[in-house]
């Protein structure tokens, strides 16, 4: 079972991700400061960390440049406020693997979880429906007939299947893939989903990869309008 260690100082928040976390399966250890975090996070092994940014006594930004000096290499997802925009950007340019931003979905925060635990755990193979994506191999079919795909494509193609069934924006493409802010990348970022796009489309089996308008792309079943 998972371990997550949940650093928030809001109670109500922090009893609610546990709450929820042990629903979905995994096990939970709590904080609500930023000394209790660290110490948890150094002195108990944990698979991922949750961590909001504004805590008593340590920031979340002390904590994670902190464990990263330490040579700590657990997943961490921040949790930002919506105008924190320098905060998150610090966040992943000091080690953060992922963020949201307050209010989110709990639904968003599981899959955020699946993946950064598959990331650390990853299976030799991807498969969605009738698309299979060989990690090892680097080689992709669909229904049984190969998919030719550069070395590119293969990231974007791999990236969008590990986040099935979730909104993955330009900026999340940009960041992973490109390893570039998103704003010198969207026409770029456009062509090779595109490319992708039009490689696994056949006339005679179902649309897997879908454009959001004005957010990104989506893998797996296109939301509801």
Request: with cysteine; net charge neutral.
């Amino acid at each position: 079972m998972p371990r997550v260690l949940i650093v928030e100082d809001e109670r109500k928040i922090l009893n609610s991700l546990a709450r929820g976390l042990q629903a979905a399966g995994y096990e939970t250890v709590t904080a609500a400061t930023g000394p209790e975090g660290y110490r948890i996070a150094l002195a108990e092994p944990v698979d991922c960390i949750i961590l909001d940014l504004m805590l008593p006594g340590r920031s979340g930004l002390e904590i994670l440049a902190d464990l990263r000096r330490a040579g700590n290499a657990v997943p961490v997802i921040i949790l930002t406020a919506r105008d924190a925009v320098n905060d998150r950007v610090t966040g992943l340019d000091i080690g953060a693997d992922d963020y949201l931003v307050k209010p989110f979905a709990f639904a968003e925060l599981l899959a955020r979880l699946r993946v950064m635990l598959r990331r650390e755990h990853p299976e030799p193979v991807l498969r969605v429906h009738d698309l299979e994506l060989n990690l090892v191999e680097r080689r992709a079919h669909r229904a049984g007939v190969d998919i030719p795909l550069t070395q590119r494509e293969f990231d974007v193609l791999a990236y969008l299947m590990r986040h099935l069934n979730v909104i993955v924006t330009r900026d999340m493409l940009g960041r992973e893939i490109w390893k570039e802010p998103e704003h010198a990348l969207t026409n770029v970022i456009d062509v090779y989903v595109n490319r992708v796009r039009r490689k696994l489309e056949r006339h005679d089996l179902r649309p897997l990869l879908h454009t959001i308008r004005g957010v990104g792309y989506i893998l797996g079943e296109e939301p509801c309008a």
